[in-house]
């Protein structure tokens, strides 16, 4: 066997329903009678792990004397879940080659057991580096999400689901203390619960309930079917991880898990949070939203401002439900502006037109002469300077309705006694609104503008419900 068998690539369609090509690699499986041949290809180090079914084994190859890693798996009794899950990691494996995702070099199988050969990671895993350092920085912990965002975005394209993104199936390809930069290299792994899917439609929506618990979205928990909207969940819970050291939501069942989940949103509580940034608290929340259709994806996620730290962007990333409500919002508030604008514009004139009217009209019309600009200068300046603006506009039914109310007011009023001004004649009682009009422009002295309609002077009680003197006949 050479390299070039181990490292060859083809092209092969991965999906023919939606002509979607990916670049495949040729992974040889090699069939061995006994466990004995392949120790004899390998020599087996010491145990690194354990996976969904198997144990994880460092070795080296004897002829390049190459370090890798060996997952040693039973091979299943026949027509059982595992028989598949273990088809569908290889099958899977075999088609990605990304810098973050794990990468399977050859399978070997014998009658009782099924070899898979990858590379060899020999940081740990990240739940053990996050057990370390209790938790990490911003700066560490968007270098992890981004590559691991990064990764499953190439899934996704591929209608690839994880389904079990945690932090002991994230693998450290090199301990960050023992190397010279400290940057950490993570690759994703275990992809035995992981499942191709035939596309986003409908047909292809996911019931199973599987992986683990703390990391679990809630449309997995509450058997309603879900899609690939998952994974970003459990990026979610990862990035909280990370910056706290605790899960978002804890407890020991399925159902009171969901309960919680379902009942409260996202908090942050730690003192540690004073320390994290509002861009990732924004994240987080974004990406743990209850509802998948309003949860930020994985690709939105590397085009967040807290990964690429351009901070003329909004902090919280752009969901199309989310800017369709916020649009839909933004008109009924701008509608509602606009009616009060409205209802305030005819409150006004109505009060002008009609309050005014039939608190002063027949007043003004005996007496134009007799009250003075500095007396009334609010009430009669507002009402002079409704009948000048109203004058040219107003149509025969108005003054009719006007002459109306005046005779109405005129009828519900007791008779007065005051003594009219020696210079104003005694005028009848159905003096018409038009009639009154050129006497009461004549009261307002050159150059004075008419008192706003908030300067109207608040009428007392007394003189509102006190007897009126009748007039002396001159």
Known sequence: MTEADVSGFVMEVVSSRNSRYTLQRDVPVIRLKSDAELREIYEFGKKLGQGSFGVVYEATHTETQTYWAIKKACRPVAGSSKVKMLEQEINILKQVNHAHIIHLKEVYETPRTVYLVTELCTGGDLK????????????ETRHIICALADAIVYLHKRDIVHRDLKLENILLKKDPDEGDSGRINIKVADFGLSVQTGGVGIENIMTEACGTLIYMAPEMMSDRGYTQWCDAWSIGVIMYMLLCGEPPFVSKTKSHLLQEIMNKEVTFTQPIWATVSDAAKNLLTCLLKVDPAYRVSPKQLLETPWITGDTDVPAIPSNVLIMMQDYRKEEERAQTLENLSLSSSSEDNMDLTVVTRTDSIKKDCRSCSKISVDR??????????NKQTTCSRESTFQLDECKNISENWELSQPPTTTKPHPSVKHRDTQTSVKQCRPQCRKEL???QKPASHSQRPSTSAKSRTGPRKTPVPM
Not at 128 to 139: A, S, V
Not at 376 to 385: D, K, N
């Open 128 to 139: 053990q580096l996050l057990r370390r350092k209790k938790f990490f920085g911003e700066d």
């Open 376 to 385: 009334g200068s609010g009430f009669y300046s507002q009402f002079t300077c």
């Open 445 to 447: 002295n050159p150059g």
